[in-house]
């Protein structure tokens, strides 16, 4: 609850997760409190900080996806409303990513909905972890009073220890 906060994304990778090739995850998070307007969810693909995938969704039912490259965010999917999506605080939404290794093909489903699909071949390994964005005051951040409380648990088709 620092507001030397605002305005940064933070992430943490496991590389526990590390997958070659990457074949799946399963984030299943909860937003407790913080904003409703801003991403939270999963890196997948995970290299190093200039080289993964990102899919985050909001608490007012939205989704967005995008790659980091080299340093540089590219959308693939900008903010998309998604009615698989549970909105508010304290609702447990579950975010399956699966990767076909032979065509490139990521497939995410958001509570066991309708599939989203994308094409990249740009990574095709790497680890898994949890990705959350700092907003502000002006934007239902409530700093110092309350703290961006966002919870994560992630699993994969192999067991892995997070620490």
Same mark, same amino acid.
């Given at each position: 609850n620092d507001e030397d906060n605002f305005l940064t994304g933070f992430f943490k990778h496991y590389p526990t997760t590390a997958k070659? +090739?990457? %074949?799946?995850?399963? =984030?299943? &998070?909860?937003?407790?409190?913080?904003?409703? %307007?801003t991403g939270?969810? /999963?890196? =997948?693909c995970y290299q190093d900080g200039n080289?993964?995938?990102? =899919?985050?969704?909001n608490g007012n039912g939205s989704y967005a996806i995008a790659k980091k490259i080299t340093g540089s965010y590219i959308a693939i999917q900008g903010w998309t409303a998604s009615p698989? &999506?549970?909105? /508010?605080y304290d609702q447990l939404n579950v975010i399956d990513i699966q990767r076909n290794? &032979?065509?490139?093909?990521?497939? $995410?489903?958001?509570?066991?909905?309708?599939p989203i699909n994308f094409t990249d071949p740009d990574l095709q390994s790497?680890?898994?972890? =949890?990705?959350?964005?700092? $907003?502000n005051n002006d934007n239902g951040e409530y700093f110092p009073v309350d703290a961006?409380?966002?919870?994560y648990k992630l699993t994969t088709a192999? +067991? &892995?220890? $997070? +620490?």
């Open positions: 070659n +090739p990457y %074949t799946d995850a399963t =984030f299943t &998070i909860i937003r407790k409190s913080g904003s409703l %307007t939270y969810g /999963g890196v =997948f080289n993964f995938y990102r =899919f985050l969704i698989d &999506i549970l909105t /508010g290794d &032979i065509t490139d093909e990521f497939t $995410i489903l958001i509570n066991g909905g309708t790497g680890s898994s972890g =949890f990705y959350s964005y700092i $907003i961006n409380d966002t919870r192999a +067991p &892995i220890t $997070i +620490p």
